[in-house]
């Protein structure tokens, strides 16, 4: 039966709460555009323009988003 090959996956059903990540994504969201382009574009050779994206990135909050995000995530998954 269709139900025998099916298997659970507790994140689909998750959705993430953006009002708490709104501020730290809009500051990731402008990097992400500004960092990017030349990478994108071809116009810094790639290393450089990596670790300056990742250094632009690290000082915009982006591992503070990625806890913001992953304490969302575990919560869940704990009232599932």
């Known amino acids: 039966s269709t139900e025998a090959n099916w298997v ?3 994140y689909e059903a998750f959705s993430m ?3 708490p990540l709104e501020e730290a994504m809009t500051k990731i969201v402008a990097i992400r555009d500004e960092a990017g382009h030349g990478l994108n574009s071809g116009q810094v050779p790639t290393d450089e323009g990596i670790a300056k994206y990742k250094k632009m990135m690290d000082e915009a909050g982006r591992q503070e988003l990625k806890e913001l995000m992953q304490k969302q995530v575990d919560e869940y998954l704990a009232s599932v």
């Open 8 to 10: 659970f996956n507790p």
């Open 17 to 19: 709460d953006r009002k």
